[in-house]
């Protein structure tokens, strides 16, 4: 089957900082801190392209999913998660050219407002076995995964939002605090809340 111009392009962007280190490979010190530049390249491309493709391949071995996977919703989220990758990368590899490993604010600004719009699409998934916040008791029953989502729509907003003041953080423990607090929110709080409205779904049947 032909691909469509959009996964051309999709994929295309994918090989952007492949190319980008080849042409800034001889500004990148041989070592910076004891690290080979070549683990660097490694260390930059795997995560993203397994993540990527992950992404795309995971909806042919779940039906749900891949209804899912036809939506406005899962394609926002497919490029929001390659362009995320595609920023980090060239944040790193610029940072190397000038002998630093990291800028993490500017990284976490980024991740931060990947939370954000991944947060504003959290009600719209449904339930199924590959994408979401899945937990014990969001895939045993969908009106927990439904509630859990629309909470963590909210809290992941919220969460990425304290992500992006980290880089306004004075100092290590602020900037330690709020990553504290923007995982409660992310993680904890609807890992919770999943447990507990499906412990009050239970007691509701139970007496009825």
Excluded at 27 to 40: C, E, G, K, Q
């Amino acid at each position: 089957m032909k691909p469509k111009p959009s996964e051309v392009l999709y994929w295309g962007l994918a090989t952007l900082p492949i190319a980008a280190f080849v042409l800034l490979y001889n500004r990148i010190p041989d070592t910076v801190y004891s690290t080979p530049r070549l683990n660097i390249l490694i260390g930059l491309q795997i995560p993203g392209l397994l993540a990527i493709t992950i992404v795309n391949i995971l909806p042919r071995y779940d039906i749900k999913y891949m209804t899912f996977s036809e939506s406005r919703s899962f394609r926002l989220l497919s490029w929001l998660i390659q362009i995320t990758f595609i920023l980090c990368q060239f944040i790193v590899m610029l940072s190397v050219t000038k002998g630093v490993v990291v800028m993490p604010n500017a990284i976490f600004s980024v991740i931060g407002l990947l939370i954000v719009i991944t947060g504003s699409q959290l009600p719209k998934i449904k339930q199924n076995d590959t994408i979401g916040f899945k937990s014990t008791w969001t895939l045993k029953d969908e009106r927990v995964w439904q509630k859990t989502h629309e909470l963590a729509g909210v809290t992941w907003i919220v969460g990425g939002l304290l992500l992006i003041t980290m880089m306004f953080a004075s100092n290590i423990v602020i900037f330690l605090g709020l990553m504290s607090i923007s995982i409660s929110f992310i993680v904890v709080i609807p890992f919770v809340y999943s447990y507990s409205y499906y412990k009050k779904l239970r007691r509701y049947t139970i007496n009825n």
